[in-house]
């Protein structure tokens, strides 16, 4: 299992920045997929997850309202739209998948087996 992010970039403040995780291996629609970040000397941190029925989806409140993820079947990928960046969301981002996760640690890190390299989101005037 192969899973790589793209789309990350620089940004300014109030903009937005599209990004994409596939994945070789392995069918996203069977998965639960999340997003995390890790900011310049902070920990990894949740961002949004799906789960296989795509229907329920989950935020950080830190982001909630603002970003969006989504999958594309066709393409197998998934992507998360983030609107109204700021300064506070620069940070890498990785897209983590499982097959399987409950719904109480979906935002757990360790429940998660296959990660990207991640890339990069810099949001600055």
């Known amino acids: 299992v192969h899973v790589v992010e793209s789309g990350g970039g620089l940004a300014q403040p109030g903009g937005s920045l599209r990004l994409s995780c596939a994945a070789s291996?392995?069918?996203?629609?069977?998965?639960?997929t999340a997003w995390f970040r890790q900011a310049p000397g902070k920990g990894r941190e949740f961002v949004a997850a799906?789960?296989?029925?795509?229907?329920?989806?989950y935020y950080a409140d830190s982001v909630k309202g603002r970003f969006t993820i989504s999958r594309d079947n066709a393409k197998n990928t998934i992507e998360l739209q983030m609107d109204n960046l700021q300064p506070e969301d620069t940070a890498v981002y990785y897209c983590a998948t499982k097959e399987w996760v409950i719904l109480s640690a979906i935002e757990r890190q360790d429940q998660y087996h296959f990660w990207g390299r991640g890339t990069q989101v810099t949001v600055s005037s």
């Open positions: 291996g392995l069918t996203f629609s069977r998965y639960t």
């Open positions: 799906m789960r296989q029925g795509a229907t329920n989806k």
